[in-house]
T-cell receptor, first 113, second 116 residues
Framework: GQQVMQIPQYQHVQEGEDFTTYCNSSTTLSNIQWYKQRPGGHPVFLIQLVKSGEVKKQKRLTFQFGEAKKNSSLHITATQTTDVGTYFCAGRRYGGSQGNLIFGKGTKLSVKP | DTGVSQDPRHKITKRGQNVTFRCDPISEHNRLYWYRQTLGQGPEFLTYFQNEAQLEKSRLLSDRFSAERPKGSFSTLEIQRTEQGDSAMYLC??????????????FGSGTQLSVL
């Protein structure tokens, strides 16, 4: 079945350092979404990427969707303590079930002030 | 509060007991999802509804699990004969749109189930 893998599982950074998490799918995706879950909270939608090679920015966050639509990345520039949380990518398999949004295991980011 | 609400927030039960959780989606949302999340893992898809119709169910979902959305508004998730492996956070999410593939999910705060 479809799998969505994320690396690294954990990332500890000093405030002000950059952070990147990578997401890889075993199958081609119709789109990919990114969610953030703060400690003790629930996942909150950040962004969706649909087109091959698409790049989107939200302030210090840059999201990319690979040319083959099988991988994606999230890059945070100059991390802040408010960036702490777990970042999940989630995708739907191209041509597959559209109700089943498959989540990766997430990358847990901690930021040392 | 107009977000997705779930009740109860926490549930402790003994193995073998039945439990039921409720989810109230955002009022105009026509799709409702149930996910399960354990520590250190991403949300795992269980099932989803479009209005009152249950359109998809995970193959991983045991027949002890049943979900309903009788009037296309709130939904309930029942687990019969609970097992310790059922301990998890049960998340409900809802979405709106006519193109499922592009819809973003709004999650509730979840129900934390502990089976002793």
């Amino acid at each position: 079945g479809q799998q969505v893998m994320q690396i690294p599982q954990y990332q500890h950074v000093q405030e002000g350092e950059d952070f990147t998490t990578y997401c890889n799918s075993s199958t081609t995706l119709s789109n990919i979404q990114w969610y953030k879950q703060r400690p003790g909270g629930h996942p909150v939608f950040l962004i969706q990427l649909v087109k091959s090679g698409e790049v989107k920015k939200q302030k210090r966050l840059t999201f990319q969707f690979g040319e083959a639509k099988k991988n994606s990345s999230l890059h945070i520039t100059a991390t802040q303590t408010t960036d702490v949380g777990t970042y999940f990518c989630a995708g739907r398999r191209y041509g597959g079930s559209q109700g089943n949004l498959i989540f990766g295991k997430g990358t847990k980011l901690s930021v040392k002030p | 509060d107009t977000g997705v609400s779930q009740d109860p927030r926490h549930k402790i039960t003994k193995r073998g007991q039945n439990v039921t959780f409720r989810c109230d989606p955002i009022s105009e949302h026509n799709r409702l999802y149930w996910y399960r999340q354990t520590l250190g893992q991403g949300p795992e898809f269980l099932t989803y509804f479009q209005n009152e119709a249950q359109l998809e169910k995970s193959r991983l979902l045991s027949d002890r699990f049943s979900a309903e959305r009788p009037k296309g508004s709130f939904s309930t998730l029942e687990i019969q004969r609970t097992e310790q492996g059922d301990s998890a956070m049960y998340l409900c999410a809802s979405s709106l749109g006519d193109r499922l593939a592009n819809e973003k999910l709004f999650f509730g705060s979840g129900t934390q189930l502990s089976v002793l």
